[in-house]
T-cell receptor, first 116, second 116 residues
């Protein structure tokens, strides 16, 4: 069974600085999808960025980028020019492409604090 | 477009009582999901519907949890009788189709359940 591990329960960053959140996963599949979701205090999960495992190029969305290391099964999120609104819980998630279900398997999350 | 609507936002009950949560997905979204998020953990899929049929309910505690999606639109998740360990946030999400590659889930704000 696939598992997702986020080893940093909490991280903090100064406004305008850069922070990296770590995520590792375990799978025997060669093709899959990885996601980072943001969950602010409002509780609504918001998709931040998505990576297809067959793509070698790291995904980028504005100030958010990933470092995808397939061999190491590592998928870290880098937030550049951090803003106060980036403060939230961040969840890494895995999805298998097999079958009809597109179940997301989430890690335990990293709470990001942003200081002015 | 309107988002995923959930109610109630908060519910407090005593153990052995029953509770029901309601979800209205984004119009036209064929797939609907219920996730359970226990404090300090990532969300876990309870059940996935494609239209009004169940795609995956492997992690749904069927002795106490039930869910239905009548007419392939709204959905209700019921817990009867509730246990202390059911205290969690229940997140509903929807997506346009079951296509692991392109599928993007839109989440609601969740319903927080406290069982005393």
């Amino acid at each position: 069974a696939q598992t997702v591990t986020q080893s940093q329960p909490e991280m903090s960053v100064q406004e305008a600085e850069t922070v990296t959140l770590s995520c590792t996963y375990d799978t025997s599949e060669s093709d899959y999808y990885l996601f980072w979701y943001k969950q602010p205090p409002s509780r609504q999960m918001i998709l931040v960025i998505r990576q297809e495992a067959y793509k070698q190029q790291n995904a980028t969305e504005n100030r958010f980028s990933v470092n995808f290391q397939k061999a190491a099964k590592s998928f870290s999120l880098k937030i550049s020019d951090s803003q106060l609104g980036d403060a939230a819980m961040y969840f890494c998630a895995y999805r298998s492409p097999r079958g009809n279900t597109d179940k997301l398997i989430f890690g335990t999350g990293t709470r990001l604090q942003v200081f002015p | 477009e309107a988002g995923v609507a959930q109610s109630p936002r908060y519910k407090i009950i005593e153990k052995r009582q029953s509770v029901a949560f309601w979800c209205n997905p984004i119009s036209g979204h064929a797939t609907l999901y219920w996730y359970q998020q226990i404090l300090g953990q990532g969300p876990k899929l309870l059940i996935q519907f494609q239209n009004n049929g169940v795609v995956d309910d492997s992690q749904l505690p069927k002795d106490r949890f039930s869910a239905e999606r009548l007419k392939g639109v709204d959905s209700t998740l019921k817990i009867q009788p509730a246990k202390l360990e059911d205290s969690a946030v229940y997140l509903c999400a929807s997506s346009p189709r079951v296509d692991p590659g392109a599928n993007v889930l839109t989440f609601g704000a969740g319903s927080r359940l406290t069982v005393l």
